[in-house]
């Protein structure tokens, strides 16, 4: 990407840009929010080819963004691709903050984009929740907490996503279990791998992500995992985007289990479920 693709684009809301502090209050960029939006385009980069794919093949794009926060992704994905289109496409933020789902739905109106919701719920109530359609073709989860990004990724299997795009956050859950299990020797050397209380939480972190690319896997998608580089505002920088292909799920499926067994967390099987 040139340098100069990180200038705001012709029909970018400056309002908007505004808003998430992108553009100072008078209109202008400082060095800071250039760096900003450098990030946000890198983010965008990889998602606007999902939104195009799906679009192509469908004509509209349904899409759930995950512990959303201040809804900063779902605005911009908004702004740079759902503005402009003529037809049933839908952005869901998915919140449990009362006040930032209310802010966002009032940033929305100001801004006039109507093909925008904003719910207050969890992301597990959201899963059997009415208000939401019965499938949604691209689910994301920008840092969602703990489990949530698991709810994310159950949520995303059981409304058929085509796509599915986390940046997860911290994961207590497994560290939790492997903590618990500690003293159980698992009979070898391995288990110094997490016998450091900070490297039982660096661990945990990363066998959760590892266990739910094996999950998307056993449910036929292909997995791609990889860095978002530059995103400066956490230290959790793995980007998973998986893509259903109705691929076969025996081997993925084998695979965690043995893992899980491996590692002592069979009780968590429900967590990673596999039902296909
Ligand atoms: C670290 S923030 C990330 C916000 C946004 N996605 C971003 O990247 O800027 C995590 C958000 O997820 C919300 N959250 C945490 N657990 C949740 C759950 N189970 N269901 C819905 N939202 C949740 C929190 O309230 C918080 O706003």
Redesign the pocket.
């Known amino acids: 990407m040139s340098s100069k693709t990180y200038e705001i684009r012709p029909n970018q809301s400056v309002e908007l840009l505004k808003e998430l502090h992108i553009l100072t209050r008078d209109g202008k960029m400082n060095q800071d929010s250039r760096r900003k939006l450098k990030q946000v385009y890198h983010l965008y980069q990889f998602i606007e080819p999902l939104l195009n794919d799906v679009k192509e093949a469908k004509g509209s794009v349904s899409l759930v963004?995950?512990?959303?926060?201040?809804?900063?992704?779902g605005f911009i994905l908004y702004d740079l691709f759902f503005k402009d289109l003529r037809d049933s496409s839908h952005i869901y933020g998915?919140?449990?903050?009362e006040e930032?789902v209310t802010k966002s739905g009032e940033l929305a109106a100001r801004l006039g984009f109507a093909g925008m919701s904003f719910l207050n719920?969890?992301?597990?109530?959201?899963t059997v929740s009415d208000r939401l359609p019965p499938a949604i073709d691209i689910v994301?989860?920008?840092?969602?907490?703990?489990?949530?990004t698991d709810?994310a990724i159950r949520f995303a299997l059981q409304k058929r996503a085509k796509y599915v795009v986390v940046?997860p956050?911290c994961q207590a859950e497994v560290a939790g279990v492997l903590k618990r299990n500690k003293s159980k020797s698992l009979g070898d050397a391995l288990t110094e791998i997490w016998r450091h209380p900070l490297h039982t939480r660096e661990f945990g972190s990363q066998i959760t992500n590892v266990l739910r690319c094996l999950q998307l896997e056993a449910h036929g998608y292909q997995v791609n995992v990889t860095e978002l580089v530059g995103w400066e505002?956490?230290m959790k920088n793995e980007l998973i985007i998986a893509h259903y292909k109705d691929l076969p799920r025996r081997r993925p499926a084998e695979r965690l289990h043995e893992v899980m067994q491996r590692f002592g967390l069979d009780e968590l099987r429900e967590r990673f479920f596999v039902d296909a």
């Open positions: 963004d995950h512990g959303a926060g201040k809804s900063y992704l998915i919140e449990t903050r930032l719920l969890s992301v597990a109530e959201s994301t989860a920008l840092h969602a907490c703990n489990t949530a709810d940046v956050c505002h956490s």
